[in-house]
């Protein structure tokens, strides 16, 4: 058998390589743009800012309302509301999440009048201890998601949230 490569099969391999180069110099870009915004990692600073000053929390905890700005999901970039329940433990402000650790629902700091002292959930009756521990016998299988806090000339800034720090 001869190892020659005859003038048509050089010609062959010659276009056959120039065109799996094209296509991939023409592929790239586009597989780039469809995985990119997926791949990237969240930029920028971490912590947002709220209305909420921090001499005023209590041991209360009240409704503290925030928006990310420009909050990028992929491709699209959006404002998203958001909520925390913060209160003071000693001189700790703390924040959580509200919502529930069941099904994903809101919950609510005193809705429910025989337990004014708790988070409640109206979907199935979940309550919360003010710290976040769930209370057993309710539907919630663990404590309320807890907000990372930073105290900023003054005012609560919300960071991530994470597991809850305080339940033990
Ligand atoms: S979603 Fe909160 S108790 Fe079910």
Known sequence: MSSKVSRRQFLNYTLMGVGGFMVSAAAMPMIRFAVDPVLATSAGAD???????????????????????????????????????????????VALSPVCKHLGCTVNWGADDTHPDEYYCPCHGGRYEKNGKNIPGTPPTGPLDQYEVEIVDGYVHLGKTMPNQLVK
């Not at 928006?67 to 329940?85: E, F, G, L, P, Q």
């Open 47 to 93: 912590f947002v800012p709220t209305d909420q000053k921090a001499d005023d929390v209590t041991d209360t905890p009240v409704r503290v309302d925030f928006t990310i700005k420009d909050r990028k999901d992929a491709w699209y970039k959006s404002d998203v509301s958001n909520t925390a329940w913060v209160y003071k433990q000693g001189d700790t402000v």
